[in-house]
């Protein structure tokens, strides 16, 4: 293991409650192989850093007088009649200094190089809450095997350290390189999107043999208690009475015991237009709660415990 290995981080959120046993502090990885339409962290599928502009918060010329735009040596940065900032992402190099000149914090650069020895400093500093929780270090994404020898690297100095340790993953990831993590994670978040390999990459961009050959072998390495399996309920793309039952019967007859069904939310929409992107599914809306439980009733029809809303 070396420490000093680094990997590409967009965030580190500490106070988590819903991401693994006990407060736990969330490390997210930059870069991710698939392309969800219902992606809530779109400023995470890149693995390159990113610039992000919130229009919402810039006040004018008027109001700060604009040292972005002075600070642009791309001139990539201008005003539109009303005086707002506007970025031209085709000119600029993402240096950063309109984050550094803009006290509204308009701008922020996404995607930060750090060692394992730094991110593990992070996680330190929360321990006490493990402590008492049950908590630790959750590492999801983006996709955490996209940087497969950072991520074990992580993972296994923070077990070294005596942290409980957990990972969220499509699985679409090389063998090798999740073999590795699973033996050093105490619990797997693995998604299952769908079951169709043509639905599957319609919806994400890649078909599902990849994903299924990995979930298949994650029981050699892993105890079934130690495994979540999780099913994003999607309108209209995956929450199919078919679908719904398709997975449960599937992941239940590999021996899995515990699934977690994840409603589609709109939490990470406003984001999208931050990074310059188009929302895939700007017309959908959440599922009703009635429809929801009628999902979970039949996921636990197949012997499997519905663990949503445990964390
Ligand atoms: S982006 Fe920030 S510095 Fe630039 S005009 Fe808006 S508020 Fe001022
Ligand atoms: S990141 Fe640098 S190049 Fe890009 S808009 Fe900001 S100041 Fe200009």
Redesign the pocket.
């Known amino acids: 293991m070396n420490r000093k290995t680094t990997g590409r981080i967009f965030n580190i959120q500490r106070y988590s409650i819903h991401d693994g046993a006990g407060i736990r502090t969330l490390v997210f990885l930059k870069g991710c192989p698939l392309r969800c339409l219902w992606c809530s962290n779109p400023e995470s599928q890149k693995g390159t850093p990113e ?1 992000g502009f919130i229009a919402a918060r810039c006040v004018g010329v008027e109001t700060c007088g604009a040292p ?1 735009v002075a ?4 001139a ?2 201008g005003l539109d009649a009303g005086g707002k900032s506007v ?1 031209d992402r085709r ?9 550094e000149a803009c006290v509204q914090e308009a ?1 922020k ?1 996404v995607g930060r190089d750090m060692t394992v020895d730094e991110v593990l400093r992070e996680i330190e500093k929360d321990r006490p809450f493990y402590r008492r929780s049950g908590g630790g270090v959750t590492i999801g994404g983006g996709e955490p095997l996209a940087q497969p020898r950072f991520t074990a690297e992580l993972l296994e100095a923070a077990q070294e350290e005596y942290l409980h340790t957990a990972i969220e993953t499509s699985g679409h990831a090389a063998w090798p390189h999740l073999e590795r993590v699973l033996h050093a994670v105490d619990l797997v978040h693995f998604d299952l999107k769908h079951l169709d390999p043509d639905r599957h990459k319609a919806l994400v961009g890649h078909t599902n043999e990849l994903i299924l050959d990995n979930l298949g072998r994650v029981l050699s390495i892993k105890q079934p208690q130690e495994v979540v399996i999780r099913i994003p309920l999607i309108p209209g793309c995956n929450d199919s009475v078919e679908n719904i039952s398709a997975a449960a019967r599937y992941v239940a007859r590999l021996g899995f015991t515990q699934v977690e069904l994840i409603p589609y939310h709109r939490f990470g929409v406003s984001k999208y237009a931050q990074y310059g992107m188009p929302y895939p599914l700007e017309r959908t809306a959440p599922l009703a709660d009635t429809a929801v439980r009628e999902l979970s009733a039949l996921v636990e029809r197949w012997g499997l415990l519905d663990v949503s809303g445990c964390f």
């Open positions: 610039l972005c600070a642009c040596p791309l990539a940065i970025v000119v600029c190099d993402l240096c950063g200094r309109c984050a701008f650069l």
